[in-house]
């Protein structure tokens, strides 16, 4: 079971994800993304780590869909980011194995949750790589979104269940 936690920046995502963590009756694994490139993620990364309970956690800034497959599989499994990791994916010159990503996810039997954001309700990107950047994104986003159980697009800390279009139609 996969729930999808989308939204901005600081719209709650991460807190939420900690917070169903916490509420978890067995074992809580916590993927982790982010990658110490400059000082201001180091205490970023930090931060994060202080915030959270102390649950085994698996650095996965490129390889994601490797680091989900080695989780204990009746873990809840915490991917904290897609955002990040596709960044990091692009700067590496790889590929986004999306694919490779969900398949490791739907494989699982313990519950998922992972964590993105929306980067496309704001302005339209000045440069050639923030538009690829902002649509790949996009794509990710509705991909996990669609193999989701459950979507929950957060602002200001405040949930909104997300719908299949066609369910409304």
């Not at 959270?52 to 650095?59: G, K, L, Q, Y």
């Not at 955002?83 to 313990?110: C, F, K, Q, S, Y």
Request: one cysteine or more; charged letters at 20%; hydrophobic letters at 50%.
């Amino acid at each position: 079971m996969i729930t999808f936690l989308v939204g901005g920046a600081r719209s709650g995502k991460s807190a939420l994800a900690v917070e169903i963590g916490r509420r978890h009756a067995g074992d809580v694994v916590f993927v982790a993304t982010a990658e110490p490139l400059d000082d201001d993620l180091r205490a970023r990364i930090g931060r994060h780590r202080h915030e959270r309970p102390a649950w085994p956690t698996i650095e996965a800034p490129v390889d994601l869909a490797g680091a989900i497959a080695v989780a204990p599989l009746d873990a809840l499994v915490i991917v904290d980011c897609l955002t990040v990791w596709l960044g990091n994916v692009m700067h590496h010159g790889a590929e986004a194995d999306i694919a490779g990503v969900l398949d490791a996810l739907i494989a699982r039997p313990g519950p998922s949750v992972v964590i993105s954001n929306e980067v496309g309700l704001g302005i339209h990107p000045d440069t050639e790589l923030g538009r690829r950047y902002r649509d790949a994104l996009g794509r990710i986003n509705q991909a996990v979104a669609a193999a989701a159980a459950t979507s929950l697009l957060l602002v200001a800390g405040r949930a909104t269940v997300l719908r299949d279009p066609w369910e409304l139609l």
